[in-house]
Every structure is written in structure tokens, then in C-alpha cells.
């Protein structure tokens, strides 16, 4: 964990002695302690966003980051259980259930697990940062855009899941809110469709 904080950016919010927001369970209590010492941060050039316990102008804390009016119930019933900590570029998001860390795959709403620790979590990061945030399209893009703003994502214009490519010219920037909504809605189609059914995906301002 400690190499993680230092190769972190800022805190995105100052310390907050009322502690407005509090995880319970063990690696709850983890990440209660994570965030006392930087209470969120960005990481590999925004590509992790780990959100804070308290809120700023520029940044959605956990409480409203995990409210069910937010984004979860676009998600139907897939989001259930799961406290959303932290997230790739690309979205995906990082949660804590039944202790044990899983990695939710946006587009679809399926989990895979991760870690059974924070620690273990930091050191899957660390070990694959790559993969599982996405920083090399990260950087890319950014190199091609300009830095990406806070509280956004890049997301696919064609969805990963019906074929999108990993790459620059398939992403977009949106807020990360309105980016979960819209694949909230694609991934509760999808879960009931046979294999090998036609999908339309369409993005409407």
C-alpha cells in the first residue's frame, strides 16, 4: 500500500474529522485506514481513480459514489451488496462484498475476484497495473486529448463487450455517472439474451 500512495497524485479531499463516511467489515476498516492517509487520489496518470470519504467540488465522495439513486439502480439488481471504492479508466469498477475485493466489469455487471485484502488488492495493481487499469490507452489518449478531467472516464463508443477495440479511436470522455448509467442499461439487456443475439447500442445527447 505504501508504494501505491506514493506513486499517487494529491488528495482529492482534505481530512475530514467527522469521518462522513465509514466501511464496515475488515477490509472496511482498511480502507477507512487507506483513506485517513490520502483520502482519494488519482494513480499511473488518472488511469485508478480511488474515491474519497468526504466530497469536493471536483470529486464525488463514496457515500454519493455508492447512493442507489446515483447510478446503481441502472444496474438493476447487479450492483447489489458491493461497496464501490475505486475504478479504472475505462470504468470498471473496483468493490468490496463478503470480504473479498472484485473487479465489475461495467458493460456487463459480472465480478471477478481480485483480492481477499487491500493490501493484496494494492498488490495486484502494482503487479499488473497495466491490465487492470488500463494505463497504457490512458496515457495514449491523454497524449493525443490532453489530460482527462476529474470525474470522467473513457468510454468505448462501441462497447467492449459487442466488439469495441481497446483504442484511442474508440474512446470518448463522459462523466463517470452518466458513463454507469448508459452501460447500466446495456449490461441488464444483455443478461437475459441468448448467445449470439443482436444488440443495438445507441448513445443519445
Known amino acids: 500500500m505504501d508504494k501505491l500512495i506514493s506513486l499517487a497524485g494529491p488528495a482529492l479531499a482534505a481530512q475530514d474529522a467527522n469521518e462522513p463516511f465509514k ?32 466530497s469536493t467540488e471536483n470529486s464525488t465522495d463514496l457515500q454519493i459514489w455508492n447512493a442507489s439513486g446515483f447510478w446503481r439502480d441502472a444496474y438493476d439488481d447487479m450492483a447489489e451488496g458491493y461497496l464501490f471504492f475505486a475504478e479504472d479508466i475505462f470504468g470498471g469498477q473496483f468493490a468490496i462484498k463478503e470480504e473479498v475485493i472484485y473487479s465489475f466489469d461495467p458493460e456487463t455487471g459480472e465480478s471477478s475476484p481480485v483480492a481477499e485484502s487491500l493490501e493484496g488488492w494494492s498488490d495486484a495493481v502494482l503487479g499488473d497495473y497495466e491490465f487492470l487499469t488500463g494505463f497504457p490507452v490512458a496515457h495514449e489518449w491523454q497524449s493525443l486529448n490532453g489530460a482527462i478531467k476529474d470525474g470522467t472516464r473513457l468510454i468505448p463508443k462501441r462497447p467492449f463487450v459487442l466488439g469495441g477495440e481497446f483504442s484511442t479511436r474508440n474512446l470518448y470522455a463522459l462523466d463517470s455517472m452518466k458513463a454507469m448509467r448508459l452501460r447500466g442499461d446495456l449490461a441488464v439487456q444483455l443478461r437475459d439474451l441468448p448467445d449470439g443475439a443482436t444488440v443495438k447500442f445507441k448513445i443519445i445527447d
Open 23 to 54: 466501511a464496515e467489515g475488515r477490509i472496511g476498516s482498511e480502507l477507512n485506514s487507506l483513506l485517513g492517509r490520502v483520502n482519494g487520489f488519482y494513480a499511473f496518470e488518472s488511469a485508478l481513480h480511488v474515491f474519497p470519504a468526504s
